[in-house]
T-cell receptor, first 117, second 117 residues
């Protein structure tokens, strides 16, 4: 079984400030990890993903995340927030590439990011 | 290339009615998954179909059913609608496997907003 915990439902930062959105996961197998962004009344857009290899993953719009197996974490960061980053962010886990695995995603509850001028 | 498409965009139904939602995957993708996103929550997995076979089912009642057609498009059916079925229904497609390699990234459509009155 897999699960994702996103602590806090709302994060507010000033424009230009560091963005840090936390994600912890639980998985009985080596996981694949994802961050998705959702703008109001829209579907989900993939920001970045970790499958195998380098643990620091870079995504679109200046976001990056680091897979830390010892901490079971996959926190999302961006050095400088922009007003356009205001959205809902979801961390998700899937079962990886083990035999018989499918790409079913288990999502966290999401974090709303607000950016103050 | 066209992304994942879903129809209709919005739908209003009354309790007890039946609804059919439709999804067309990205060209070449053989897997379609359905998710339910209740307001303020992360998406919850409903079904996954791969090569027209059910690959996985989430914790949803038998009122929910789905199928995948030879062209890999999919329908999600919900019978005897309840107020609690009001949600954004998301469809995602993925390549799954090609040449023995797993491709777990899911691409989401814009969703169908279902309101049950």
């Amino acid at each position: 079984a897999q699960s994702v915990t996103q602590l806090g439902s709302h994060v507010s930062v000033s424009e230009g400030a560091l963005v840090l959105l936390r994600c912890n996961y639980s998985s009985s197998v080596p996981p694949y990890l994802f961050w998705y962004v959702q703008y109001p009344n829209q579907g989900l857009q993939l920001l970045l993903k970790y499958t195998t290899g380098a643990t620091l993953v870079k995504g679109i719009n200046g976001f990056e995340a680091e897979f830390k197996k010892s901490e079971t974490s996959f926190h999302l960061t961006k050095p400088s927030a922009h007003m356009s980053d205001a959205a809902e962010y979801f961390c998700a886990v899937s079962g990886g590439s083990r035999p018989g695995a499918n790409s079913k995603l288990t999502f966290g509850k999401g974090i709303t990011l607000s950016v103050r001028p | 290339d066209a992304g994942v498409t879903q129809s209709p965009t919005h739908l209003i139904k009354t309790r007890g009615q039946h609804v059919t939602l439709r999804c067309s995957p990205i060209s070449g993708h053989k897997s379609v998954s359905w998710y339910q996103q209740v307001l303020g929550q992360g998406p919850q997995f409903i079904f996954q179909y791969y090569e027209k076979e059910e690959r996985g089912r989430g914790n949803f009642p038998d009122r929910f059913s789905a199928r995948q057609f030879p062209n890999y498009s999919s329908e999600l059916n919900v019978n005897a609608l309840l107020l609690g079925d009001s949600a954004l229904y998301l469809c995602a497609s993925s390549l799954e496997r090609e040449g023995g390699v797993a491709y777990n990234e899911q691409f989401f459509g814009p969703g169908t907003r279902l309101t049950v009155l």
